[in-house]
């Protein structure tokens, strides 16, 4: 077996190693956030925890793995090169503006009876929407 067919994919598609592990350590953060959201979510949900103080730091952890998302994604653009940056803003564009666009039609699709949103659903609509944009930008240009 050649070396080269031993790299990861995104290396073959000349991803650079640095850019490759900013990748990882940003979807590991994000994964870990997403855990404690849904966790959290469901603990408060179901009314496991006890009352008092208790439920309000638990429902801060997802605050907590939040930052450091923000700082691993941050770490990841600033790291990353030009084609990099065009693709993840482009998918942002994405997320953000379908996630808006969503909101607003549902707000009103709400005045007319339908049943009202929760906020963790425009959470995953920009989620999606965010991922459908990165790979259409990482099969675009590479």
Do not use: H
Not at 44 to 72: C, E, H, M, N, S
Request: hydrophobic residues 50%; proline residues 4%; aromatic residues 10%.
């Amino acid at each position: 077996m050649s070396e080269t067919t031993s790299e990861p994919l995104l290396l073959r598609c000349g991803e650079s190693k640095r850019n490759l592990n900013n990748s990882l350590r940003a979807a590991g953060a994000i994964l870990a956030w997403a855990i404690c959201f849904a966790g959290t979510s469901q603990l408060l949900k179901r009314g496991l925890l006890p009352d008092g103080p208790a439920q309000y730091l638990i429902a801060a952890l997802p605050t907590v793995f939040g930052v450091v998302v923000l700082l691993a994604y941050g770490r990841f653009i600033r790291e990353s090169d030009e084609l990099q940056r065009i693709v993840q803003l482009q998918a942002l564009a994405l997320g953000f503006g379908g996630t808006f666009l969503a909101i607003s039609t549902y707000a009103i699709c709400e005045r007319l009876g339908a049943p009202r949103a929760d906020l963790a659903d425009a959470i995953t609509v920009m989620a999606v929407l965010y991922s459908i944009g990165s790979i259409v930008g990482w099969r675009r240009y590479w």
